[in-house]
């Protein structure tokens, strides 16, 4: 069973930047499907991004393409995820997960989840 912890969560202005990490631990990590998502107050929690186990493919809601970029270092059981030309609108908690059945935008694949970090973009 891998466990999963988020850092790097902060406050910004919008148009700034931040780097949000996964960190693992408790499983062969680059057994594992990382996905990205984020919860709102108030709203569900939604889909961001998602790397595959070798990092050999990478997927990103409509949203965040182009600004956001998801990438791993298995050597340091990692997934990143860098944030660029944030927008007050991508305020939320956000998640990572793990799973080993593939890279999807829905949440039910993932297995194991983080406890998340807060980011706030203000305007």
């Known amino acids: 069973q891998v466990q999963l912890v988020e850092s790097g969560g902060g406050l910004v202005q919008a148009g700034g930047s931040l780097r949000v990490s996964c960190a693992a631990s408790g499983g062969t990590f680059s057994r594992y499907h990382i996905g990205w998502f984020r919860q709102a107050p108030g709203k569900e929690r939604d889909f961001v991004a998602a790397i595959s186990r070798i990092a050999g493919s990478t997927l990103y809601a409509d949203s965040v393409k182009g600004r956001f970029t998801i990438s791993r270092d298995n050597a340091m059981n990692t997934v990143y995820l860098q944030m660029n030309s944030l927008k007050p609108e991508d305020t939320a908690v956000y998640y990572c997960?793990?799973?080993?059945?593939?890279?999807?935008?829905?949440?039910?694949?993932?297995?194991?989840w983080g406890q998340g970090t807060q980011v706030t973009v203000s305007s």
């Open positions: 997960a793990a799973g080993p059945r593939g890279t999807s935008a829905y949440a039910s694949v993932y297995d194991y």
